[in-house]
């Protein structure tokens, strides 16, 4: 049986307006050329893979601009040497908290009991013991997160661009699922040899821009630490360490397709075997519904974040009562969305001496 945790549901940012006027077959086709390309982004290279002219691209991307939408790279946070781990616990003051920079997400649930669900980026392979360092959380459980997986979804079969509507086919999204969980490899979990603080301060940028020039690059990263970057230096990094070492896995589209005042957001956590977990992630992020994946290899577990009308609400049970057949364990918790927080790489962690993260820096700073 699928369990229901119900929240109530609060105002959230979307760009309905856009996917109900103006998404159309060529948008379409330059956001899926976007997905497949790495960051930094270039107009000139997508207008070359489709054999556009330059401002045919430009100008479609202006049109998304100006409606919220968001193209940003996806980071290997594993391979930047940092494990998310997924820590549930009740309302807790996070002033309280010692380490609350290393907090990465924030979503706040009211059944079956109040409750935060944070993500804490926790270095890989220092001999940190985690419950020492989550304890203070007074958690009811946590896992470690390993990999991260962010929408790219597929036009041709969840949108219908003569009605000008995004489509659920959760049949179709039942197969893929299938199909995945026969054929799906998990990707190997390698952490870089190669790391510095200008790598994360890139990053960190690219995380939220994937259009952002180099030039723009290097004044970004000057307003966050004060200090300057010649552009020839952050090229030959971007280039060397991020491109060279798969750090950045290409781009994902930050947006949400349904109105706030008829959406809901959901938390879909899954145990099951690692390969059912990340087959399930794939599946998700084709559809418009996904928001992001987090699976956990070590532990066998996974977390879903998806957004939908409330009109598909039933529908939506009913897949989940149909996988929850291949899971051993299917919970379902709608979220407060004014209480979801999300927060980027925290570069300010990093020690440039030793080249690695160090959580003791969190102890001295103020919160973000």
Known sequence: MVKIFAVPSSVLGDNAKFFEKYLTRDIAEILSVMFETKPIVRASVIAKKLSKPESYVKKRLQLMRSHGLRIKGVVDYYRLGLI????????????????????????????????????????????????????????YYYFPIEMTIKPKPDFNTYYDFT?????????????????????????????????????????????????????????????NIDKEFKVKRINRHYKNHIIGQDLVKGCTLAYSPYSSMTSITILLMTCGEPELNYALAKALAETFIHRASFVSVSSCRSIHALTLPVSALSKTLTFMRKIREVFTRLEVYLIDNMGIKWSRIPYYLFNQEKRWWDISLARNMKSK
């Open 84 to 139: 998310i781990y997924a820590v549930f616990t009740s309302k807790f003051d996070i002033k309280d908290y010692p380490y609350k920079e290393l907090i990465g997400y924030r979503a706040e649930t009211l059944s079956p009991i109040p409750g935060v669900l944070y993500g804490i980026f926790v270095p890989v392979g220092v001999g940190i013991n985690p419950s020492k360092l989550l304890r203070k959380l007074k958690p």
């Open 163 to 223: 009605k000008k509507s995004v489509k659920i086919d959760y049949d179709y999204l039942f197969k893929q699922f299938l199909m995945y969980a026969e054929q799906v490899n998990i990707p190997k979990l390698e952490v870089a040899k190669r790391l510095d603080l200008l790598d994360l301060l890139i990053l960190h940028e690219l995380e939220h821009n994937s259009l952002i020039t180099f030039k723009e690059l290097a004044l970004r990263i000057k307003n």
